[in-house]
């Protein structure tokens, strides 16, 4: 079975331009995450969503950063315009439905490094 | 925002002790998740306890959960050299999960 897949690996841009990042989740995983992680620091979440609705975008930077999951499955992030302080690993990480005994381990992507210049 | 606090940042150990990293954390939860993160990789989920248990084993893993203090700890027994990596707690409360700033473990040759 394929992991969290995300692309690009690696992206370098100037700062002022855009940039996106596409993840593909687990298939059948309804929970979907987005994540920043700065070097030597844990990931910080940005957006969850449960299927195709944000339900904590609480931690994102709305003014330049902003994200979609249309049909509940794939999901972008977009910053624009990109600053340096960007700069970071953009983690993704899918997980199923928690459930009755509240299993809700995340299964995360390789990421991408972006780099802003 | 970052809830768990592990504890030590750093830990270097020779191969074959153990290495024991703690975790504390603010709110309720429903459960509490470990990690590991090889450079420059992704994070890959170790074990996970709930907040109704106070121990879990998988292999050369022991977590401990104390909900009334807050904290946790992660027990590697018999350490190898392929354990080097970066360690993360996190917490799970409603499906939204919260990861500490990690705890950087190195084994000695």
């Known amino acids: 079975e394929a992991g969290v897949v995300q692309s690009p690996r690696y992206k370098i841009i100037e700062k002022k331009q855009p940039v996106a990042f596409w993840c593909n989740p687990i298939?059948?995983?309804?929970?979907l995450y987005w994540y920043r992680q700065n070097l030597g620091q844990g990931p910080e979440l940005l957006i969850r969503y449960e299927n195709e609705e944000a339900v904590d975008d609480s931690q994102l930077p709305k003014d330049r950063f902003s994200a979609e999951r249309l049909k509940g499955v794939d999901s972008t992030l977009k910053i624009q315009p990109a600053e340096l302080g960007d700069s970071a690993v953009y983690l993704c990480?899918?997980?199923?439905?928690?459930?009755?005994?509240?299993?809700?381990?995340?299964?995360f992507g390789q990421g991408t490094r972006l780099t802003v210049v | 925002s970052q809830q768990g606090e592990e504890d030590p940042q750093a830990l270097s150990i020779q191969e074959g002790e153990n290495a024991t990293m703690n975790c504390s954390y603010k709110t309720s939860i429903n459960n509490l998740q470990w990690y590991r993160q090889n450079s420059g990789r992704g994070l890959v989920h170790l074990i996970l306890?709930?907040?109704?248990?106070r121990e879990k084993h998988s292999g050369r893993l022991r977590v401990t959960l104390d909900t009334s203090k807050k904290s946790s700890s992660l027990l590697i027994t018999a350490s190898r050299a392929a354990d080097t990596a970066s360690y993360f707690c996190a917490t799970a409360r409603d499906d939204k999960i919260i990861f500490g700033k990690g705890t950087r473990l190195h084994i000695l040759p």
């Open positions: 298939s059948g995983h309804n929970t």
């Open positions: 990480a899918s997980s199923l439905a928690p459930g009755q005994d509240r299993r809700n381990e995340a299964f």
């Open positions: 306890i709930r907040s109704n248990e």
